[in-house]
């Protein structure tokens, strides 16, 4: 799934979509992966915010993964909801740009 939303988030940067939607399909694809896996060592949660603390417990600070890892997927994870919920801020394209396109 995270690989076939990925796949989604880059046809839309390429096609002019939307910065929102973009964005989504970014946070969706590493939100996807992230449960992946802590499925594979038996661990998981249907909520969102849940998800990320388990991963930063369980990857990052054992040292699996970097914290840049969990940097951007917590900036992900924020700025639908800022834009959303809070502040309602327009998102840009070169914020869209740059979570489809890390890290290659």
């Known amino acids: 799934m995270a690989e076939a939303v990925l796949a989604d988030a880059q046809l839309l940067l390429r096609q002019g979509g939307s910065a929102w939607s973009i964005i989504n399909r970014a946070y969706y694809a590493m939100f996807y992966a992230t449960a992946a896996f802590l499925l594979s060592i038996g661990q998981g949660s ?26 951007w997927l917590h900036k992900a994870f924020e700025l639908p909801q800022r834009s959303d919920y809070q502040d309602m801020d327009p998102l840009e394209q070169d914020q869209a740009r740059t979570l ?5």
């Not at 969102?48 to 040292?63: C, E, N, P, T």
């Not at 489809?100 to 290659?104: A, G, M, T």
């Open 46 to 71: 249907a909520k969102h915010s849940r998800v990320i603390a388990l991963f930063d417990r369980h990857f990052v600070k054992s040292g699996r993964f970097p914290m840049e890892m969990s940097q």
């Open 100 to 104: 489809v396109q890390w890290p290659e």
